[in-house]
Each structure stands twice: as C-alpha cells, then as structure tokens.
C-alpha cells in the first residue's frame, strides 16, 4: 500500500521532542505527523480552571499547585492562578503532591487543597498522598482532582469521522505505568496500528519507521519501540495504588468534550478528601470559550497551532489564550519555542 501516510503523536512531551530535534523535517513526503491531545494541563476544561479558582480565592484557604498550571486560563482570557496570587490569594507552587501534605500539617487551621492534574504517570504519586494524609488523620487537606486518562481519548479519537489519523505514536511513560493491555483493545476496536514510543530522537524515529511499515503493509497491530522502559504489565505496584484510591469516571476534557472513561476520581474511603464535596463551591457562570483561540480543534488533531489566528500574535506564552501556549508539554508553545511559523 502506498501513502500519503497521518500519524499523531499522542503526548506533548513527543511534540516538544520532535520539533527540538528537527525530526519533524526529516520526514519523508509521504508522511505527516499532527499532535494529540497529551498534554494533561491543555485538556483540563476551562470549568475546573475556574473551579480552582474559585477555591483559590476563598478566605483560609492554602492552594497548591505544580506551576505549570499557574498561568492556564479559566472560562476568560486573563483569570489565572498566577494573577490570583499577585492579588494576595495564598497560591503555593510544588513540586511534589506530598508536599502539600506537609503545608497541611504545618498550617492545621487553615484548609489546603491540592490542584491534582495529570495522565497516568503523575496520579500515583496524588494517590500516595491521598493514602498518607488517612493515614495520618490530616483532616484539613483535599484534593481538586482533575487526573486523565489517556486512551479514552486516543479512543475517540479513532472512531471521529473526521479524522485523519491513520496510526498512533503511544506515550511510553504511560504505557511504563498501565502496561499496553487497553492498548492493544485499542488495535483490536479500531484496526489501527500503534506503536509504543519512547522520547529520544532515536526512539522517535524508530516508532515513526514502525508505524509507517504497518501502514505499507496493510497491517494494523501493536508495536513496542520502547522495549528498554515498557513491559506488558507495566508497573503492577503502581496500578494496585491507583485502582485502591481512583475509580474511572467520565469528564470532560478541553477540546474533546465529555470522555467516557476519560478521567479519575477518588473511591470508597479516599472520596472524604474530594474538593468538590467538601466545599461545594461552583465558579460564577461563564462560557467555556477561548475567543479566536482554537485550542480545541488542535487537541482532536484537527488544525495545527499555525491555523489558528491568534497564534503568535494576540496569544503568546506571556498572555495565552488557550492552554497549549502555556504548558510545557503544549503543541502551541512547541511551534513558537522552536520556530515553526
């Protein structure tokens, strides 16, 4: 079978990497790659933005949050953790989730909530804090949780109408977490090839030959490119502590809508350090737009950042529009860091 052959990569971290290592113009012509939605701070719907926002603001209340989430906007361009900071809301930057659970015990008559986001690679980590602060009896810590799940979304990605995608690069360090079982039903469903990559320009490459040969082929199946980090069962121990503290829910994620599966939420006895349920606080209505942005056709694969209008010029990293200017893991900042327009 012969090409033109359209590839996505699903996690930001590859964008970043095939655009820094100039992979992206070493391709031949038969071959495209566009970007998915693997960036754990851009799918994170505007509504949880204002959410955090709302917590943030309220009198007590100690907010935590990685820093690549300062700066995400919520339903309007401008309201941001970072902006609330700089108006005197206590908004902290970690590193770590079990550092909040120091702030916790350091400060036991202020409230603390830690702002939870990430793929599958980064909710171990909040579900150790979550077992630690019951086990601890810390009753003043709770957890904003906004975790995703990422093949649900490469899920409905394959079965959209209008999508070009005809393979996946897999994320590898999810894949080194939960093991390639969804995967594979993933190749079963929707007889389409992927391939396990890694982050390297070596790796990168190596999937992207793999993925195109299947395609040539007429073959569709699971590979693995990145043998050196990702086994089958991926990480038992991790998986057992997520699914003792998580449970799969549906969520919405920016760009893609409601997800099916598509997130995390806290189960059995660790729903007592839900956010949402302690404070019950809802954001002042607003719609959950991004202006001349469209952040959200570039999360489904459907545009690229240099199709949108404001890219560049009116969203930029120091004053976005849409949340894949602002992480590091973002198609848009990659495109502007590394010159692509």
Do not use: K
């Amino acid at each position: 079978m012969t090409g033109p052959w359209t590839l996505m990569e699903v996690c930001g971290g590859q964008t970043h990497a095939l655009l820094r290592w100039g992979l992206d113009q070493l391709l031949p012509a038969d071959l495209r790659l566009i970007h998915g939605p693997g960036c754990p701070v851009c799918v994170t719907p505007a509504e949880r933005i204002d959410r955090a926002l709302a917590l943030a603001g309220q009198p007590g209340v100690i907010f935590c949050s990685y820093g690549d989430m300062l700066q995400v906007p919520g339903s309007r361009p401008g309201h941001d953790l970072l902006g609330l900071r700089a108006r005197g809301a206590d908004v902290r930057l970690l590193t770590t989730p079990l550092q909040a659970l120091a702030v916790a015990r350091d400060h036991p008559e202020r409230q603390v909530v830690m702002l939870a986001v990430g793929f599958e690679t980064t909710a171990p980590a909040t579900a150790l804090l979550a077992r630690q602060a019951l086990a601890l009896g810390v009753p003043n810590l709770s957890l904003l949780v906004c975790h995703v799940r990422v093949v649900p979304a490469m899920r409905l990605i394959a079965a959209d109408r209008a999508t070009a995608v005809q393979g996946f690069l897999a994320a590898g360090h999810v894949a080194a977490v939960m093991g390639t079982a969804e995967l594979q039903q993933l190749v079963d469903d929707h007889r389409l090839p992927v391939v396990v990559a890694g982050f390297g320009p070596d790796e990168l490459l190596q999937a992207v030959g793999a993925c195109r040969r299947q395609l040539q082929r007429g073959e569709a199946r699971l590979d693995n490119a990145y043998a050196s980090v990702v086994t089958a069962d991926g990480n038992p121990r991790a998986r057992r502590l997520l699914a003792s503290v998580f449970e799969p829910a549906d969520v919405p994620w920016r760009g893609l809508g409601l997800l099916p599966g598509g997130g995390l939420r806290l189960r059995g006895r660790y729903a007592v350090l839900d956010a949402d349920r302690r404070f019950g606080i809802l954001p002042p209505d607003a719609s959950n737009h991004d202006g001349p942005c469209i952040s959200g056709r570039i999360l489904r694969g459907l545009a690229r950042p240099l199709d949108c209008p404001a890219f560049g010029s009116a969203c930029t990293p120091d004053h976005p529009l849409g949340a894949p200017m602002v992480s590091d893991e973002g198609a848009c900042a990659a495109h502007l860091r590394y010159r692509r327009h």
